[in-house]
């Protein structure tokens, strides 16, 4: 394979990205999880080397420091996250796509450093109150986690212009089929 095209989907807390590219991942072969550094404690059901690498602040600095990253943020305030070159190296070297779920500005981060073979995708709740709803009905959320997250997605959606493409994600089966369109086409 000798195009190394990475394809990004992006969306603010509670939009329905994690489900989409679960279901694209299960759904076609081509495509890798590209697995994300972060800082943060895992979550009961969650694995290092698996969901995350999971890395004390110090590493990941380390690793900043040698330059390690495609992209990296803090994202909540002391929460770093971050996506491996060798980690997309693993993937192409696999002879699949690196399938990147970040937020917003590592998504632009990663598109302007390999432009032109990156596919960002922006996917959009139908509005900040139908987001509330979504965060409110996972019972993960504080009232101010949820006050923070919505906060952040109000953010967010002011970069969505900035995407190669917005999918609305009002019905999860029309979202998914546009989205599973796109990368078909950007991988052809």
Request: aromatic content about 10%.
């Amino acid at each position: 394979m000798s195009s190394h095209k990475i394809i990004i989907v992006t969306a603010p807390s509670g939009a329905g990205k994690t489900t989409i590219v679960k279901r694209l991942l299960g759904e076609m072969p081509q495509l890798a999880f590209s697995i994300s550094a972060a800082t943060r404690s895992p979550r009961e059901c969650e694995v290092h080397g698996k969901d995350y690498y999971f890395m004390s602040p110090e590493e990941f600095q380390q690793h900043i420091e040698q330059n390690d990253f495609a992209e990296y943020e803090m994202v909540y305030a002391g929460k770093y996250y971050g996506t491996l070159k060798s980690e997309l190296e693993r993937i192409w070297g696999n002879e699949q796509y690196p399938m990147v779920d970040i937020d917003v500005k590592g998504a632009l981060s990663i598109r302007e450093k390999y432009h032109g073979k990156a596919l960002t995708i922006f996917i959009q709740p139908p509005s900040l109150d139908a987001l509330r709803v979504r965060l409110s009905e996972r019972g993960t959320e504080t009232q101010s986690s949820l006050d923070e997250r919505l906060g952040k997605a109000r953010y967010e959606l002011s970069f969505a212009r900035e995407f190669d493409h917005i999918v609305v994600n009002e019905d999860l089966e029309k979202a998914y089929a546009e989205v599973k369109a796109i990368v078909e086409n950007f991988l052809d």
